[in-house]
């Protein structure tokens, strides 16, 4: 069987467990493509809270305190923690920041700037009115790509 040629997957996470799912897949990947090169970013892109009077208040009253910066820390810790202990040994960079679009967008721009080969995403299986209300950032992905 011929593999299609992979240099660098996207795996992103929101720290969900539904997120690890992507996880098991990479490896297996690593497992067909390491002498090959393959290498791995794993992303989290932390959500803007949006555009209107209210938001751009509880941002305002979130920078002044360092929330922003607190929760973008926390969130490469756990890149961190994630790179050490699923993806020990293996060529795994780590990036975390704050959307300034929507997120699938940010996701689909970070992948196109970056040469990425494969973005692995996980869903979390919303469906019917559920999927109606919150959306899938997977299917974002998948649509737009």
């Known amino acids: 069987m011929v593999l299609p040629e992979m240099k660098h997957i996207l795996v992103t996470t929101d720290f ?6 992507a996880f098991d897949y990479v490896e297996q990947l690593f ?16 959500e803007d809270l949006g555009n ?6 509880a941002l305002a009253l979130m920078q002044s305190h360092g929330v922003r910066e607190q929760m973008l820390e926390e969130a490469e810790k756990q890149l961190e923690e994630i790179k050490a202990t699923r993806f020990a040994n293996l060529p795994v960079t ?16 970070y992948a196109e700037a970056n040469d990425v080969d494969l973005i692995a995403i996980a869903t979390h299986g919303r469906t019917g009115f559920q999927q109606l209300l ?10 737009e790509t």
Do not use: M, N
Request: aromatic content about 8%.
């Open 16 to 21: 969900s467990e539904a997120s690890e799912a």
């Open 31 to 46: 497992a067909l493509f390491k002498e090959d090169g393959l290498r791995c970013t794993l992303l989290s892109v932390l």
């Open 52 to 57: 209107t009077a209210q938001y751009r208040y």
């Open 94 to 109: 780590t990036v975390a920041f704050h959307a300034k679009k929507p997120i699938h967008k940010e996701i689909i721009g």
């Open 134 to 143: 919150l959306g899938s950032v997977s299917e974002k992905v998948i649509r």
